[in-house]
């Protein structure tokens, strides 16, 4: 296997670990450099897979290319990325348990490339059926729209993602791509609002201003040149010779259709980028205070437009914030500076919220809801190690991310591999590597890390500044090793860093970040009047969490996710920074070597062994090999396992047996006993196959002679009467049914006898059990056949009747006054006042206020006069409005205003002219009174929380139905003889009763939250 493999290599060694000087980063880099000379950009180290970018199309990801790597053991062929894909594939099918391909390197190594081919070898190598294409589709075109929407161009790649991605590939029992999920991780807000010279905004902006249909722009609003939009001219390289806009639009929308949007999702989510554009395009001047207004409505009226949001409300939360204090709320003036800051923010969000939604849009169209068990490959596709000219909060969470993914890569390479050695009690010679775990630890360590130190100051009451928050971390990580600042430095460093700046010593290498701009990336914060605008939006909502946070928290679940499974790992190498094929730059391409950990991971392979297992799975896997463990092997394990490993030829130095596994040095020796056990087993499922098949085909042979005889003449005798006595009925029972049915409109006949009777037995059958079950359902009673057209109707009129008599004996006499009242209260007020729909379930009582509760003397004075109803009430002053708590008595002549053991005022019923009441939720009544004296005491305003209640007992009292309105707007009424006032009605966010300033009584109520319409 081994000389066969070498004899393949045409230049340099396709794997690492069987390089001589392994030890040697010159011969690393060297073999590196040969095989990139002749475009071969994979090596091997063991499993992981070293790619380096071409920067060129190469012919190597073909169809004939992909059968070619489909089923073939790992180091059979030439490294490719198709063989990787394929091991993890067959590995996963074969223990049935999860893996995932870890791909890292530098921004424009090449990791989003590499997803591709992974996902387009699993579309093509796994099998096929229409479900499944379509799936696979589906997972396949979610690429250019995240794309789209999640990658820019940075310095360093005309492609770079500015979010992490994580894809789950599930696969059921079968080993097909049933469904797909995918995890994005702190998408790059800040680039929609702000991008460094040389760098874009995320393509889709760019894609849709060159690409959009002329039609599509004119509905959003926009035009085609992208120098018309702030957010896309900051970088002054809105063209780039390497991007095709309008080709890229057009693979967008065709991806959009295959993964399910519909028509109006599309116009929405293009809606919502071309509002961003317009929300950059605000603009804001000063006035004489120094506040922020704008000069004019244009852009913002498209953003209003767009967004379905109101455009005083948007105004509103652009030049306003909001503050509020206990029950009150403030509006405080922006000025320009903050108008601009709360625009951004608006902008951010918008962009954010929206990437979410297409994510989760796009997991929904791959989702598979089946139950069966499914095991998964998952890609992750995530930042590269950034160090920019200016490094900012964008570089500190991917370079803090990088720093997470090398731990895990030490945890389960490196630092995993001695400690299982350890345990095994296999001797070896320890490998020594650098621990990031202490610059992961300077970063998040709870309460001294610099994410709880910036969080702290976020959070803090008083003024935050990014200077003070540099202050802390200074103050609270001065003598850390990794961590250096303008005033913590000595004097030949302290030239290379400005007074706000701190540089980290990450395990690739210095990077110093500029401090302006943490406290407000990381809070990304909308002020408490946009945030409204935000929820119109959305309809979330909106909980407060830093970006820091965040970012930490899906980073944990990230690693736990990644622990659970078995890791495949991908490496890919810049050539070089110009982006020019066939070049290679020896030092870029040692540095990333450095920082990867790949001469670290070489040393572990070399220096220890490539295959590990239990010795109870590798025994009953390879058992079959040697005749002294086939078929069982009835001692302890590890003694059958040192009898297979002696009868295949294992040399002493390929193999150690440890405590409880049996470890193979080099691949080539596992490969040779794995292809001796598919041979094997081919051999022994052939040999058991037949001699199984041959003993039950000779005992199924004999019982189907000795039976065929016995049975076939009885059978076909017994069959043949059987079928002529059914063919017989069937006979005279069609005919009678089809004499019946020509016939079924005439008289009853014996020919048609039969089939009426049948249609009124289906007939009353089927409407024995759908009959209907309230006297309210009209139109569930089932149709009649002709012949049973009266009957019908007798029987529905017999029903409806017997449902009646049993609704109304179970009324009472206290339901069917309650009803009465009801019904009276309908005629007045349904479709007329707001708070009526919710008065309908409330019962009304005999009254609200009992003779014992009345004053004697007011007794006294109307004691020839019944009393009818009496309820507490608040009467307002004529003059002044001046709320007064009385009791309101009706009895059979008159209505009585009485405080204590006083009648404030009697109406009689026949001077009053009527009653009025607004058609909001409030509870004023206004009597009319007749007077034409000035003396005498004008209209009465009052209070009730029982309005309706109150209304109807006057209308049913004093027979005043027809004099009850009900008023839009304000209600006139007399003070007095001449003197009229005016009662103002409004809605509010607090019920409120008070005189205004212009004099009127004003009368704020809260708004219903439904109507009686909506209620039906």
């Not at 073999?31 to 063991?46: P, V, W």
């Not at 006069?865 to 001046?882: A, C, H, L, T």
């Amino acid at each position: 296997m081994e000389g066969a493999l070498t004899a393949r290599d045409r230049v340099g060694i396709q794997d690492f670990v069987l390089l001589d000087t392994h030890t040697s980063e010159t011969a690393f880099l060297g073999n590196l450099k040969k095989r990139f000379s002749e475009d071969l950009i994979y090596t091997y180290i063991g499993t992981l897979l070293v790619s380096v970018n071409p920067y060129k199309e190469l012919d190597i990801y073909s169809k004939k290319q992909m059968d070619i790597y489909m089923g073939v053991n790992f180091f059979e062929l030439p490294p490719h990325i198709y063989a990787l894909a394929d091991n993890a594939y067959h590995t996963m099918m074969a223990e049935a348990n999860n893996h995932f391909i870890l791909i890292s390197g530098e921004s424009g190594a090449g990791k989003t490339e590499a997803s591709k081919k992974i996902l387009q070898y699993y579309a093509v190598s796994c099998p096929s059926t229409t479900l499944l294409d379509s799936v696979r589709d589906r997972m396949l075109v979610s690429n250019p729209v995240l794309e789209a929407f999640g990658n820019a161009k940075t310095l360093k790649n005309d492609n770079s993602s500015r979010f992490g991605k994580y894809m789950d590939i599930q696969f059921d029992i079968q080993g097909d791509a049933v469904g797909g999920h995918i995890l994005s991780y702190l998408l790059e807000k800040s680039r929609v609002v702000h991008q460094n010279h040389g760098e874009r905004n995320f393509h889709i902006f760019y894609q849709l201003v060159e690409g959009g249909e002329e039609d599509l722009l004119h509905q959003l609003g926009l035009e085609s040149n992208c120098q018309h939009y702030s957010y896309l001219v900051q970088d002054e390289c809105a063209n780039v010779t390497s991007i095709n806009d309008k080709n890229d639009w057009k693979t967008v929308r065709n991806a959009l259709s295959v993964i399910d949007f519909d028509e109006s999702d599309i116009q929405h989510l293009f809606g919502i980028i071309a509002s961003v554009l317009h929300l950059g395009n605000v603009q804001f001047e000063a006035d004489s205070k120094g506040y922020a207004t704008l000069n004019k409505n244009t852009e913002l009226r498209w953003v209003s437009t767009l967004l379905g949001i109101n455009v005083q409300v948007l105004q509103e939360g652009l030049t306003y914030r909001k503050i509020e204090a206990k029950t009150d709320e403030v509006l405080s003036p922006f000025t320009v500076d903050h108008a601009i800051y709360a625009r951004n923010a608006l902008a951010k969000a918008i962009y954010g919220r929206t990437f979410t939604w297409l994510v989760n849009k796009i997991n929904d169209s791959m989702e598979n809801k089946e139950p069966s068990r499914k095991t998964v490959i998952g890609l992750l596709d995530i930042y590269g190690f950034e160090v920019f000219y200016v490094n900012s909060f964008e570089q500190f969470c991917i370079n803090y991310c990088n720093e997470k993914l090398q731990q895990l890569f030490i945890q389960l390479t490196l630092k995993s591999e001695q400690e299982e050695y350890e345990a095994e009690g296999i001797g070896w010679e320890p490998v020594q590597f650098f621990n990031n775990k202490i610059i992961c630890d300077l970063v998040e360590e709870k309460h001294r890390g610099i994410i709880s130190v910036l969080d702290e100051e976020c959070l803090r009451p008083g003024e935050a500044t990014d200077f003070t928050f540099l202050e802390k971390l200074e103050e609270k990580m001065g003598s850390h090793p990794h961590f250096i600042t303008h005033k913590l430095s000595d004097k030949k460093i302290r030239k290379t860093l400005d007074r706000g700046d701190f540089r980290l010593l990450h395990y690739a290498g210095e990077v110093t970040y500029g401090v302006v701009g943490f406290i407000d990336k990381n809070n990304d914060m909308l002020y408490r009047n946009i945030k409204y605008v935000s929820l119109l939006l959305w309809s979330i909502i909106h909980v407060y969490l830093t970006d820091k946070l965040q970012f930490k928290s899906s980073l944990l679940g990230l690693t736990d996710i990644l622990m659970s499974k078995e890791p495949w790992y991908v490496r890919c190498l810049k050539s070089n920074e110009s982006k020019q094929p066939g070049r290679f730059d020896d030092v870029l391409v040692r540095h990333q070597v450095k920082y990867l950990g790949l001469m670290e991971h070489l040393r572990v392979r070399r220096a220890g062994f490539a295959y590990r297992r239990r010795y109870e799975l590798f025994l009953q896997r390879y058992k079959p090999l040697c005749p002294a463990t086939w078929p069982h092997w009835r001692g302890v394990a590890a003694e059958g396992v040192e009898v297979l490993v002696q009868h295949l030829g294992y040399l002493p130095d390929e193999y150690k047996m440890g405590r409880t596994k049996i470890f193979i040095r080099h691949p080539r020796t596992l490969f040779a006993t794995e292809d001796a056990f598919e041979v094997c087993k081919h051999k022994l499922a052939s040999r058991i196959q037949a001699q199984y098949k041959g003993y039950r085909q000779k005992g199924e042979f004999r019982r189907q002679k000795e039976a065929a005889t016995k049975i076939e003449t009885c059978w076909r005798g017994v069959q043949a009467r059987k079928e002529k006595e059914r063919r017989q009925w069937a006979v005279k029972v069609i005919k009678k049914f089809i004499k019946g049915y020509m016939t079924r409109g005439e008289a009853k006949t014996t020919d048609n006898s039969e089939y009426l009777a049948f249609v009124r037995q289906n007939y009353l059958n089927r409407l024995k059990d759908n009959l209907p079950k309230t006297v309210l359902d009209k139109i569930s009673w089932l149709t009649p056949p002709p012949v049973l057209t009266e009957a019908s109707a007798i029987l529905r009129q017999l029903h409806m009747r017997v449902m009646v008599t049993r609704y109304v004996r179970g009324i009472t006499a206290q339901q069917k006054a309650q009803l009465q009242l009801k019904g009276i209260t309908s005629v007045i007020f349904k479709d007329k006042k707001d708070s009526y729909p919710q008065s309908v379930s409330q019962p009304f009582v005999d009254t609200r206020i009992s003779e014992q509760d009345i004053n004697m003397k007011i007794l006294q004075i109307i004691r020839h006069e019944r009393i009818k109803y009496s309820v507490p009430v608040v009467k307002y002053d004529r003059n002044g409005f001046k709320p007064r708590p009385r009791q309101l008595i009706l009895t059979q002549t008159a209505a009585y205003v009485v405080d204590e053991a006083k009648i404030k005022q009697k109406v009689q019923y026949t001077t009053l002219k009527g009653v009025s009441v607004s058609t909001l939720s409030d509870s004023i009544i206004i009597f009319h009174i007749a007077s034409e004296d000035v003396k005498q005491k004008g209209d009465l305003v009052i209070q009730c929380d029982h309005l309706f209640e109150v209304l109807t007992k006057l209308s049913v009292v004093a027979n005043k139905q027809s004099a009850i309105n009900v008023v839009q707007g304000s209600i006139s009424f007399q003070i007095q003889a001449g003197k009229e006032g005016i009662v103002d009605f409004s809605s509010g966010q607090e019920s409120m009763v008070y005189k205004d300033k212009n004099g009127h009584l004003m009368v704020v109520r809260t708004k219903t939250a439904q109507t009686y319409k909506d209620l039906l």
